[in-house]
């Protein structure tokens, strides 16, 4: 592949925990395929970011949402966005849905496999659970340093168990220690309880699986297969489910 058709990546936030994960596989597991073009923490301009292929945004809202207000104000053809920052509001949310008119855009809480087979999971079975009399209480473990509580993948959680109402679903969170991030949502009826949980050990995890889903979405483009809209993670994995079948 010459170097005019590796895929070039653009990191927001890329001295952060995340960020630094990013950058590192991008320079060693995935340079065959792609290359960083720009790596933008706080004060750095992020117009540069926008002469990529690809955004990976593992920051702040607030950080990726001056990025999108930017990215708004373009006549030219945006990068993909890959959005792995986690805490968003409304406003923020109506931002993103703003900028999915002119770019494909692919945001999610959590880009472990674990995690997003256990939301698979949870979207079939938590209906059956709560005739049958099932409370599901989730809980979810992180750092002293993250600054969002209940976790973005709580939140998705709550959604997968409960659409209508997924504040409704009893959520605790701790902060301490250097836990990565660990997740488990139990069901209890007055006869037994049963658990599902996933611990992460590594943030390797969520780095690889941006950066494969990242790839996959450009990859999308190029074939024209689609240009703009919010696409889900799960599209990504049932590609990948696809190609094993
Ligand atoms: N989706 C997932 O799978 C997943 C997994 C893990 C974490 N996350 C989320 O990803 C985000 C980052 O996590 P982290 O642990 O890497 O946090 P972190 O270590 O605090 O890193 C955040 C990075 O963003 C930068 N930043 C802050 N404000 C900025 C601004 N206005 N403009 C540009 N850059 C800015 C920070 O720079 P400074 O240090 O200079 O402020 C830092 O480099 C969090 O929201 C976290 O919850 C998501």
């Known amino acids: 592949m010459s170097n005019q058709d590796l895929i070039r990546v653009g990191i927001l936030g890329?001295?952060?925990?995340?960020?630094?994960?990013?950058?590192?596989?991008?320079?060693?597991?995935?340079?065959?395929?792609?290359?960083?073009?720009?790596?933008?923490?706080q004060g750095d301009p992020l117009l540069r970011l926008l002469d990529t292929d690809v955004i990976i945004d593992f920051s702040l809202p607030q950080a990726a949402e001056a990025l999108?207000?930017?990215?708004?104000?373009?006549?030219?053809l945006l990068p993909v966005f890959v959005l792995g920052s986690t805490g968003w509001n409304q406003k923020g949310l109506m931002l993103v849905e703003q900028l999915a008119k002119k770019t494909l855009v692919l945001q999610s809480?959590?880009?472990?496999?674990?995690?997003?087979?256990?939301?698979?999971?949870?979207?079939?079975?938590?209906?059956?659970?709560?005739?049958?009399?099932?409370?599901?209480?989730?809980?979810?473990?992180?750092?002293?340093q993250?600054?969002?509580?209940?976790?973005?993948?709580?939140?998705?959680?709550?959604?997968?168990?409960?659409?209508?109402?997924?504040?409704?679903?009893?959520?605790?969170s701790?902060?301490?220690?250097?836990?990565?991030?660990?997740?488990?949502?139990?069901?209890?009826?007055?006869?037994?309880v049963f658990e599902l949980a996933h611990y992460a050990q590594d943030r390797s995890l969520f780095a690889r699986g941006a950066i494969e889903s990242a790839l996959w979405l450009v990859r999308?483009?190029?074939?024209?297969?689609?240009?703009?809209?919010?696409?889900?993670?799960?599209?990504?994995?049932?590609?990948?489910?696809?190609?094993v079948q």
């Open 109 to 144: 809480s959590n880009f472990s496999v674990g995690i997003n087979v256990m939301l698979e999971f949870l979207r079939k079975t938590a209906p059956l659970l709560k005739k049958l009399g099932y409370t599901p209480v989730i809980k979810e473990e992180h750092h002293i």
């Open 68 to 76: 999108i207000n930017l990215a708004l104000e373009q006549s030219n």
């Open 14 to 41: 890329a001295k952060g925990r995340m960020g630094q994960w990013v950058s590192n596989l991008i320079k060693s597991e995935f340079n065959n395929v792609s290359q960083l073009r720009a790596e933008i923490d």
């Open 174 to 192: 701790v902060r301490a220690g250097q836990v990565i991030g660990d997740h488990s949502v139990r069901f209890y009826s007055n006869a037994d």
């Open 220 to 243: 999308q483009r190029q074939a024209k297969q689609r240009s703009v809209g919010l696409v889900k993670l799960e599209d990504y994995f049932q590609s990948l489910v696809a190609e």
């Open 146 to 172: 993250k600054r969002d509580a209940p976790s973005g993948t709580a939140i998705s959680l709550q959604r997968a168990i409960n659409p209508e109402h997924p504040e409704s679903v009893q959520t605790h």
